[in-house]
């Protein structure tokens, strides 16, 4: 296989988004011009599980996010010469780095209980755009699934048991292995009350962020969801309605659903997870397909090739897990000649890279992550 050098890669990827930007017809809020296809023109991007705020009380919570040196943080990204970042707003846990009104009344609490009172967001993202590195923001598709309550106030699927409701005394977390005919939230389909109101809190930082975030990469978008787009196209509230929210501050938008960590499933090479998709989720733990006997046949767009019109991208953590470790369970030549190789047939990596509260890298992570931005722009 042949490794293009940084320029040929980028001239390459350019002329094929512009094909496709000729040939592909997108439709509502899924217009995406070729010029605009910015994600394929990178090598590179970093994500952030950014979850310091997990376990904490309202107050220890915004002391934490408080915490966050920004532009210390921004200059570490720029120092590793990453083209993009994800950043997690807030996982299943329930509370969300940035304010959000439309959330907060939801629960019926005050700003600073359930998300911060300082917009991380929107600081990250102005520090970023100074130095034109692109924001790519974490979210989940389905309400926080950690809390019943949370679940019920977003009107979302409850978990059930045998077709009931659970009720709050069993973990929303559960499985059919530790309670017998358990079925997650994620694992039905959603209703046009929670798409109406995770519009309603995701349109509110599209809005308010514009096109200091340039796409959304969306968690649990389980086939569940997948199988039920036609059906609820006939509601008010469907999910053509909600990603018309999400894309309402940047029609252009890239955007990703992710239904796991498998390639099948994750590099969509059955076709997309929902129809508004423009790249790949890509969540993976290697640069090689899992098998039961190892692993398998290198992850490239050559091997899982995506749908048409969508970028291919692939997602991994560089250390022990996502946003965890120390240092890169991957030595330089190895990040150097995968990324490099995947960016010769079209795609882009993410590296999931461990943080802390107060946003600094791990020092031998960061010092990895500055060599392979130099190999790669070489």
Known sequence: MMI???????????????ALGLFA???MA?????????????????MFHYEAFKNHSSKSYNQTIDSFDVVRFAEAVESSQADYIIFVVGQHWGRYCAPNSAYEKLLGVPNGTWTSKRDLIMEIGQELARRDIRLILYM?????????????????????????????????????????????????????????NWGDVCGEWSRRYGKLVSGWWFDGYKMEMKNAYEGLKKEKHNIDTWVTAVRSGNPAAELAFNAGAHPILSLCTQGKLCPHQTFTAGENHDFRQKTKKGFGNALTPHNFPAPEGV?????LPISEGWGAGEQSRFDLKTLRDRIG??????GVVTLDVPIAPSGSIPPQVLAVLQEVGKELNK
Not at 341 to 346: A, R
């Open 341 to 346: 190789q995947i960016n010769s047939e079209g």
């Open 140 to 196: 989940t598709a389905r309400a926080p699934m950690r809390h019943y309550k949370i679940i019920a106030a977003m009107g979302d699927a409850l978990p059930t048991i045998n077709g009931k409701p659970a009720g709050p005394e069993i973990n929303p977390l559960s499985h059919p292995r530790k309670v017998k005919g358990f079925v997650r939230s994620e694992n039905q389909p959603p209703n046009p009350t929670f798409l109406k």
């Open 30 to 46: 899924t217009s995406v011009s070729g010029q605009e296809r910015w994600l394929a023109q990178s090598n590179y991007g970093l």
């Open 311 to 315: 970028i291919w991208h692939l997602l």
């Open 25 to 27: 017809t997108y439709t």
């Open 4 to 18: 293009f050098s940084n320029r040929q890669q980028k001239t390459y990827r350019l002329l094929t988004c512009m």
